[in-house]
């Protein structure tokens, strides 16, 4: 079936360097999607969103890339921190309610 | 502005029995889903309620069931518990913006439901 899911399940990088997650998803139709951070023991908390009339996004060290192309869609950290370690998910919405299909993860471990 | 709260934050249960869980929104929120998330399955929708209402609904059995009150606040509850619905149940709420879309959806810390 559709689904949204991750092309590194694990990612490893070194503090100051910059991350990239990435995100493939399957249904054209989605039109809003959501990066989330979920640190051990915590509910998964919102970092940056983007609509589909949108290719980029911009918020504070972190940047979503929209490929509708492709269907692809990217996370970037800026100078990575330890605090930046936890798991990342996207999320994409399909249109109907506010449900939404999550990929798997990718887990960012930051290297000191 | 306070998050999403979600009581209890853990819970031990017994097969066969039932639990339920609440969720209050962030204030002004009146759309509110529940998720289950298991390291088998990753997070996966059971439903969402809006305005009181049952708008979406997953792929769960019957056995889950949720409500959602005049002050948007939501509980979900479920019945005969199995092992296998051993799980983190977040909540989350978001606002609707003009044209019905949806915005910005917040979780809330979660319920561990262990079941024995």
């Known amino acids: 079936g559709e689904s949204v899911g991750l092309h590194l399940p694990t990612l490893s990088v070194q503090e100051g360097d910059n991350s990239i997650i990435n995100c493939a998803y399957s249904?054209?139709?989605?039109?809003?999607f959501i990066w989330y951070k979920q640190e051990s023991g915590k509910g998964p908390q919102f970092i940056i969103d983007?609509?589909?009339?949108?290719d980029k996004r911009q918020g504070q060290r972190v940047t979503v890339l929209l490929n509708k192309t492709v269907k692809h869609l990217s996370l970037q950290i800026a100078a990575t921190q330890p605090g930046d370690s936890a798991v990342y998910f996207c999320?994409?919405?399909?249109?109907?309610?506010?449900?939404?299909?999550f990929g798997p993860g990718t887990r960012l471990s930051v290297l000191p | 502005k306070a998050g999403v709260t979600q009581t209890p934050r853990y819970l031990i249960k017994t097969r066969g029995q039932q639990v339920t869980l609440s969720c209050s929104p962030i204030?002004?929120?009146?759309?509110v889903s529940w998720y289950q998330q298991t390291p088998g399955q990753g997070l996966q929708f059971l439903f969402e309620?809006?305005?009181?209402?049952?708008?979406n609904k997953g792929n769960f059995p019957g056995r889950f069931s949720g409500r959602q009150f005049s002050n948007s606040r939501s509980e979900m509850n479920v019945s005969t518990l199995e092992l296998g619905d051993s799980a983190l149940y977040l909540c989350?709420?978001?606002?609707?913006?003009?044209?019905?879309?949806?915005?910005?959806?917040?979780f809330g810390p979660g319920t561990r439901l262990t079941v024995l």
């Open positions: 309620y809006f305005s009181e209402t049952q708008r």
């Open positions: 249904n054209s139709a989605s039109d809003y």
């Open positions: 999320a994409e919405n399909r249109g109907y309610g506010q449900n939404f299909v």
């Open positions: 204030s002004g929120h009146r759309s």
């Open positions: 989350a709420s978001s606002t609707i913006v003009a044209g019905g879309s949806y915005n910005e959806q917040f």
């Open positions: 983007i609509r589909s009339n949108m």
